[in-house]
């Protein structure tokens, strides 16, 4: 059951804690001092944090004994906060204090304690994605203040300023009911009655603006423009399928009409904001095997969840399943995992399992005695046990037999390998990564991959873009690409015509980043002057698309039959949207979808993700016939870039 996310300060907790084991009341034979500041709050359950309090300073006053002194501060410093309880008491036995966190470890006499208090606030702040230690130096005077018990939270956990809301609304009653609700759920609230009042504040400074389309003097969707790059929330109570595609077309995150449901407006809320974070996500650096450094590629929305994903998952030192098809950058994302990781010091090992015979792949993973096989004239560390202390890599994982599946999981389950001829186990502190293009479950019911091991493998999964789906990345690619293969083969100064950038955005890549470096090799030797044209990039004809026609005249320009716009207009935005995308996906891209619905790439996937609205797959025969092929076992993997 997830902890409740509410605001906590520290101090609050503090005063609870000493009200209820009495350590404030006068006449008490331990003097205290609280010196937690007001302004540190961190997010969590009031009510654990504030049983872990009262168990720290249980012990504290228990260990100072007559006339004793316990300090408590608190603080924040970089990315962490921080809380503190110091003693002036006799110390812990340092036999005792390496395990006074494990149950029934006590400091009492014996019979005078349960030793469970401290293994509960060790879970506690545990849970709160903190950590709780204690330290007992040796000291002459209590002006040492040695430090006993301190807690430690992680960015997680480090007060954060409540987000910014904007209310843009001219009936006060309805302004005020919603800034109550907002308030309720922590976030901070400001209020305007109108497009000019609203205009007189620094818009930018708000992480979301909420506005009535129909305001006094200028409509609520003048905002849009004059808050860039901060998201607006379109309401209204004349609900129809025309205003809502206005309001999109303008640049409005979403739409939803008055009076709302509270529940859906506040998940509406979370999820805006929600979005935005994960899009401000910087790219991560990577070393490549070669020891330069490089930035990964990409600012699309798919592509910022995977930065996002990539920094969460890095420092946990948890499995990982990578999805994607060939040539995504499968094995650029593991070396971000790894160089984020606590293990970045350590080696990483990869191995492409579709690479090694399917009769030696044991072999090289765990290693062999001498004369275990046939051919076997000496001992050899399997690439298991040389990426002990790291992390191991596995890319197509799926082309791994069952019998080598088998072992991994034994890896998994208990941390050990045994070589093949061997009678013994050893112990192994590995990180795996795992990769691959199929479907592991799928595969597991035909009993090609064990289910166990997929579920072993599936406790961080991070699912990469084709190129196909990342809009303008592909051209921001294709100019790093191109860059590099000009150097190496000594012609500068080329570049794409027009004609050769359009077609490199259209065409559906089904090789991914690696086909494209491929076109642009092509390119670069085949280009006579200083432009590379679309013949030079030798790219296949892709399936051409029917005509269609243009979208309903009422939607388009405004005119058609009145009883058609009637119905439109009785149609809510979801339902418009999803028959249009259903109906005409099949005969256009990505990108005239959305030139005929008047809104972006990016708010066409945002609006597909949340109505569950999948992408067409490429079919198998246009795949086959755009020359898409797997990686050869004997041909070296190419430079990524994602």
Known sequence: MPLPASPVALASISEDALHLIHLARSGEDVILTNETPDDVVVRGDAQRLTQVMVNLLSNARDACGLGGEVHITAGCQGQLAWWRIVDNGQGIDPRVRDHLFEPFTTTKPAGEGTGLGLSLAYQIINEHQGKIDVASPPRDSLAARPLRYGCRFTNRMISQPMPRILIVEDEAIIRSALKRLLERHDYTVSEAASAEEAGQLELTGF??????????????????????????????????????????????????????????????????????????????????????????????????????????????????????????????????????????????????????????????????????????????????????????????????????????????????????????TRHVNVRLIAATHRDLRALSKTGEFRLDLYYRLNVMQIELPPLREREDDVLEIADILLDKACKRHERTGLRLSRAARQDLRDYPWPGNVRELENALERGVILAEGHLIHPDDLGLAPATPRPHTPPVNASVSSGSGDKNAEENEDDLSLEDYFQHFVLEHQDQMSETELAQKLGISRKNLWERRQRLGIPRKKLPVAQVKHLGMTTRSPCHPRPTTIV
Do not use: W
């Open 207 to 424: 992480d979301l603006i909420i506005s009535d389309l129909r305001l006094p003097g200028e409509p609520g969707t003048t905002l849009i423009a004059a808050a860039v790059p901060v998201p607006v929330l379109i309401m209204t109570s004349y609900a129809s399928m025309r205003s809502a595609v206005e309001a999109l077309k303008l640049g409005a995150v979403d739409y939803v009409a008055k009076p709302f449901d509270h529940a859906e407006l506040l998940e509406t809320v979370e999820r805006i904001l929600h979005k935005q974070s994960m899009q401000q996500s910087p790219p991560p650096d990577i070393t490549d095997a070669g020891g330069s450094r490089q930035t990964m590629i990409g600012n699309c929305v798919a592509m910022q969840q995977v930065y996002t994903r990539i920094s969460k998952t890095a420092p946990a030192d948890v499995t990982v399943l990578i999805l994607g098809e060939s040539g995504t950058g499968k094995e650029l994302v593991a070396r971000a995992i790894h160089q984020q990781s606590k293990r970045a010091k350590a080696p990483l090992i990869c191995v492409n399992c579709a690479a090694i015979p399917e009769t030696l792949i044991e072999s090289e993973l765990f290693g062999h005695e001498k004369g275990a096989f046939t051919g076997a004239s000496a001992a050899r560390t399997g690439l298991v046990e040389a990426a002990d202390g790291g992390t191991l890599f596995l890319d197509e994982i799926g082309e791994l037999p069952l019998d080598a599946q088998a072992r991994l999981l034994r890896v998994l389950q208990e941390g050990e390998i045994r070589k093949i001829g061997s009678v013994e």
